[in-house]
């Protein structure tokens, strides 16, 4: 087996400091202390480093081609996303080869590899739900590779990333629950080991802290999608004689959820009021329409291929990663009743 080659990463995790200031002390920018110069400078001779001669080529080597990887195509959000990614890599000269994991991590190590081996100049990813690994990530940042997230973004890689504040989504869309009337509220939630998953909970669980209320962990189901909902609707039937309200981590989850209580003469909202996260097309021509926190793909989108762009463009790490958060904003319909108040 081939010795392994240290890399900037592997010199910035021992060091404690980010790739990028690693990277711009080894070519002496003028932004960096002449101690952490040094420092850098000096551990990179003691451990022997050279570049990357691949990296280098890839970086100046343009296809102007961005690859994307996307969990699904067909899901609106990400379809909003896509379109708001192609209009400003178009008029900036690129072109996008799409791949789709179909929230499979093995597909996805391979759809990053044939970006990869396509040599395009960048890539935009958002992270399938059964990420449970990231050295494929790191293989491509070891190749030089530019690459932003959007939506789901692993917290621990050092990374440019795009993504809704999912903790305060689900924050207002609790308190509107909660400003209704509803004392005892269920939440669909996701993979808590993604990000979005585990912020949306803790929104919720922070929406009942401040308003006094207790959280019960009983009235939190794993149940993400619509297969998800029918798989768990006896258990949804049965708590719905004493839940006075659902938050739903997105709108399919919450438009099922809404079906199978209406299918058993519950009704939305003078039974139960539902909330739901995202706002695509279906949360509109939903019976009854659905309240919702807008996710705002389309601007996602945007501000993550600037992003990308930027960093193709400027050639080398200037600037230290960034995270890009946009304001999440409650889109309130007739599946919440505001008749509680009164």
């Known amino acids: ?179 209704i009337g509803c004392k005892k509220i269920l939440h669909l939630a996701g993979p808590q080991h993604l990000q979005i998953g585990k912020r949306r909970r803790q929104g919720y669980e922070d929406a009942l802290t401040e308003n006094g209320m207790e959280y019960n962990p009983n009235y939190v189901i794993k149940c993400d999608t619509m297969d998800e909902v029918y798989a768990n609707a006896g258990q949804i039937l049965e708590m719905a004689s004493e839940i006075d309200g659902i938050f739903a981590v997105n709108d399919s989850t919450a438009i099922a959820a809404m079906q199978v209580l209406m299918k058993n003469d519950i009704k939305i909202p003078d039974h139960i009021s539902v909330i739901g996260f995202g706002d695509g097309p279906n949360a509109k021509i939903a019976y009854p329409p659905l309240s919702t926190v807008e996710q705002k793909g389309i601007e996602m989108g945007q501000e993550a291929v600037k992003l990308l762009i930027k960093q193709i463009e400027e050639n080398e790490v200037t600037t230290e990663p960034s995270t890009k958060v946009l304001t999440p904003v409650l889109r309130i319909r007739e599946s919440t009743n505001k008749s509680r108040l009164y």
């Open 1 to 179: 087996m081939a010795p392994h080659q240290i890399t900037i990463k592997d010199i910035a995790k021992i060091l404690g400091i980010s790739a990028s200031t690693v990277s711009r002390a080894l070519k002496d920018h003028p932004d960096i202390s002449p101690k952490t110069k040094t420092m850098v400078q000096t551990f990179a001779k003691k451990v022997h480093y050279r570049p990357n001669a691949l990296a280098l080529n890839l970086r100046r080597s343009k296809t102007n081609t961005i690859g994307i990887i996307i969990p699904e195509m067909v899901h609106h959000f990400f379809s909003s996303v896509l379109a708001g990614i192609d209009k400003i890599a178009y008029d900036a000269g690129y072109n996008v080869m799409i791949c789709q994991s179909n929230e499979n991590y093995e597909r996805e190590i391979s759809d990053a590899q044939a970006l990869l081996d396509n040599r395009v100049d960048g890539i935009l990813m958002s992270l399938s739900k059964t990420t449970h690994k990231l050295d494929h990530i790191n293989n491509l940042l070891d190749h030089g590779l530019p690459l932003v997230f959007f939506d789901r973004a692993p917290e621990e890689l050092s990374v440019d990333k795009v993504i809704i504040d999912d903790l305060m989504g689900a924050k207002i869309a609790t308190h509107h629950l909660i400003s």
